[in-house]
């Protein structure tokens, strides 16, 4: 079946550190690929998106790299800050799944002051 | 709207009552999604609406839960006969649903509680 999980449920990092955060999926045929970010109380809200046809996309602060061979994401996040602290989901949808998006069950990023 | 509304923030209701949360997509999404969350955990498909075609309900847990949407619009998901293990966070989302822009976005849930 589908499976999209990720490595480290909470993370800590100090403030004006760089963040990693991994996900990974299981089904090769996946194309489009989203983060989220969710704030205690909040609905998902999205940062960055990415293609199977692409490697790497970045944002204000943010980079997500793709690797297909090993079916691995992650996102990146460029100098943390307090504001950066909240739950990260990564999303994927492949073709044949048709209409759904499977979210894996996010990491918790807590910066540090 | 600027973005996904939903209605009501918060619903505490007894168990075997019914509810009805209401979504209101950003104007112009063909797409309507709804999932639930639970405490901790990643988000739950539920049931999609795409134009005027037939909603893909392959994500509904049970025949308690049903969804609407009239007009293309608004959106109702539909609770019956609430169980406790209902109580969550459910969230809608509405995309354009074009090529290449398939990116959802998400209101701010309606927290359920069922007692």
């Known amino acids: 079946g589908e499976s999209v999980g990720l490595h480290l449920p909470t993370l800590s990092v100090q403030e004006g550190d760089n963040s990693i955060i991994n996900c990974a999926y299981s089904n090769s045929a996946s194309d489009y690929f989203i983060w989220y970010k969710q704030e205690s109380g909040k609905g998902p809200q999205f940062i960055i998106d990415i293609r199977s046809n692409m490697d790497k996309r970045q944002g204000q602060r943010v980079t997500v790299l793709l690797n297909k061979t090993v079916k691995h994401l992650s996102l990146q996040i460029a100098a943390t800050q307090p504001g950066d602290s909240a739950v990260y989901f990564c999303a994927e949808k492949t073709t044949d799944t048709g209409n759904q998006f499977y979210f894996g069950t996010g990491t918790s990023l807590t910066v540090i002051p | 709207g600027a973005g996904v509304s939903q209605s009501p923030s918060n619903k505490v209701t007894e168990k075997g009552k019914d509810v009805e949360l209401r979504c209101d997509p950003i104007s112009g999404h063909t797409a309507l999604y709804w999932y639930r969350q639970s405490l901790g955990q990643g988000l739950e498909f539920l049931i999609y609406f795409q134009g005027n075609s037939a909603p893909d309900k392959s994500g509904l847990p049970s025949d308690r839960f049903s969804a609407e949407r009239t007009g293309g619009s608004v959106s109702t998901l539909t609770i019956q006969r609430t169980q406790q293990e209902d109580s969550a966070v459910y969230l809608c989302?509405?995309?354009?649903?074009?090529?290449?822009?398939?990116?959802?976005?998400f209101g701010p849930g309606t927290r359920l509680l069922v007692l």
């Open positions: 989302a509405s995309s354009p649903r074009l090529v290449l822009q398939e990116t959802q976005y």
